[in-house]
């Protein structure tokens, strides 16, 4: 069982910082591309950041220049920091991940969601 786990949001003010954090556990393998979505009540979910194994990356154009996604020494934990945050910024955003299992093969995990709500 591979599970996502997201932390890190909250409420800030528009222009300023967050830093979130998401953790894979379980019996991992690998984990290849991880990447960060959001999404608001009755939109459709959005990609905002990819990154790879390599450590290549990808961003949404809403986010270029403001948001950097990174990966920590253990490549098991994803990072988001959002700067100059604005209030259109403001939705429940998720982790995901493609994940290699022992015995259990490869698949796309995701994270509960964590709420980001940025004030005007």
């Known amino acids: 069982q591979v599970q996502l786990v997201e932390s890190g949001g909250g409420l800030v003010q528009a222009g300023g910082s967050l830093r979130l954090s998401c953790t894979a556990s379980g019996s991992i393998f690998s984990i290849n591309i991880m990447r960060w979505y959001r999404q608001a009540p009755g939109k459709q979910r959005e990609l905002v950041a990819v990154?790879?194994?390599?450590?290549?990356?990808n961003y949404a154009d809403s986010v270029k220049g403001r948001f950097t996604i990174s990966r920590g020494n253990a490549k098991n934990t994803v990072y988001l920091q959002m700067n100059s945050l604005k209030p259109e910024d403001t939705d429940v955003y998720y982790c995901n991940a493609d994940v290699c299992t022992y015995g259990r093969g490869c698949d796309v995990y995701w994270g509960q969601g964590t709420q980001v709500t940025v004030s005007s």
């Open positions: 990154i790879t194994s390599g450590g290549s990356t």
